[in-house]
């Protein structure tokens, strides 16, 4: 009964999707899975730039959808693999994985997917054949990126700043009493507190721990005063962090 009206709930998403975008359809493998793939026409633009291209894609449905979201990849190889995708499946990259979140759960269903994130992605490859140049600016990947989009998150332009509320996160504890660490003197849940508490509605708790440690990690590979960082690393985290650290200095 739960696959049945699972696969339900799909098939009335793909034909609400048809609405809009005609020709897709739902496809079910001999293991259960579930994909909607075909030609995905659509007219976007932005600024001075205006699109109407097609794209042939399969959208990996998550066997717990809609509580993670999908992933897309080119059917015909028209998105090559050299811009923004994931090497172990080829799938796109359509941004950090929280921004992703933020944008998805508002509404839950393939058209949101569709139009919130696949098509800008598509829309954003089809700009860079047609006018040379990425509408939305240049998607950084790995730290570097996920540092990019913390900091807009949560407004600061201090890369520091920026690790101070990830060590929040990455505590994954809200404590509403604490000082914001933004600099404004006030306190967490009269400052930053809500988005904190948004973010951890969308990432687990590993989800959070990961994104700190591979910021901590590329800012202390590139900055050059690096010692500030240990000031900012979580509470639960400092110990094993200090014992390791210790075992690295006795080896040398």
């Given at each position: 009964m739960g696959s049945m009206c699972f696969r339900q709930r799909l098939e009335e998403q793909v034909v609400e999707a048809n609405r809009k975008f005609s020709g897709l359809r739902l496809n079910e493998s001999q293991e259960g899975k579930y994909s909607v793939t075909g030609i995905?026409?659509?007219?976007s633009s932005y600024h001075d730039k205006e699109i109407e291209d097609a794209y042939n894609i399969e959208i990996l449905i998550p066997d717990d959808y809609p509580e993670t979201v999908p992933r897309s990849r080119s059917v015909d190889g028209k998105v090559p693999k050299e811009f923004h995708t994931y090497r172990e499946n080829m799938t796109f990259c359509t941004g950090a994985p929280l921004r992703e979140k933020f944008i998805f759960f508002e509404n839950p269903v393939l058209i949101s997917y569709?139009?919130?994130?696949l098509i800008p992605y598509l829309f954003s490859y089809s700009c860079l054949l047609k006018y040379g140049e990425l509408p939305y600016g240049e998607l950084r990947h790995g730290a570097p990126g996920i540092l990019e989009f913390y900091k807009k998150l949560f407004d600061v332009e201090d890369d520091l700043v920026a690790l101070a509320m990830m060590s929040f996160l990455a505590d994954y504890k809200y404590k509403g009493h604490y000082s914001c660490p933004c600099g404004s003197k006030d306190k967490l849940r009269?400052?930053?507190g809500s988005v904190i508490l948004e973010a951890m509605k969308y990432?687990?708790?590993?989800?959070?721990e990961v994104d700190y440690l591979n910021i901590f990690t590329y800012l202390n590979e590139t900055k050059e005063n690096n010692r500030r960082l240990v000031q900012y690393i979580p509470n639960r985290m400092r110990n094993s962090f200090f014992r390791k650290r210790r075992r690295n200095n006795l080896r040398r």
């Open positions: 995905l026409e659509f007219w569709i139009e919130k994130l009269d400052c930053h990432h687990s708790k590993k989800e959070c």
